[in-house]
């Protein structure tokens, strides 16, 4: 069974920096691609960013410049930094291993994900 643990939300003002964590155990998820999503109230959920295998990374254009997505294969944890955030970027956070990360398909059940709001 793998799990999906996200860690890291909070409440931060615009501007502001959080460093997202997603733990993820039933697995060594080294041979995965991963992803972060993110859903809004009344949104459907949406990639955010995703990262390779091999390190290779995207992210939707929203986030471009102000959010980096890592991975340390050793801790089975991926990572989002956020930096300079928006309201806009207030959600749910959720991460996944997916199939590929352009037009992903995830692959595991969803964990409960971490609340990011920004507000001042």
């Known amino acids: 069974q793998v799990q999906l643990v996200e860690s890291g939300g909070g409440l931060v003002q615009p501007g502001g920096s959080l460093r997202l964590s997603c733990v993820v155990s039933g697995i060594t998820f080294s041979n995965n691609h991963m992803c972060w999503y993110r859903q809004a109230p009344g949104k459907q959920r949406e990639l955010v960013a995703g990262i390779s295998t091999g390190g290779y990374t995207n992210y939707v254009d929203s986030v471009k410049g102000r959010f980096t997505i890592s991975r340390d294969n050793r801790k089975n944890t991926l990572y989002l930094q956020m930096n300079g955030l928006k309201p806009e970027d207030s959600a749910v956070y959720y991460c996944?291993?997916?199939?590929?990360?352009?037009?992903?398909?995830?692959?595991?059940?969803w964990g409960q994900g971490t609340q990011v709001t920004v507000s001042s």
């Open positions: 996944n291993g997916v199939t590929h990360i352009v037009r992903p398909t995830t692959i595991w059940n």
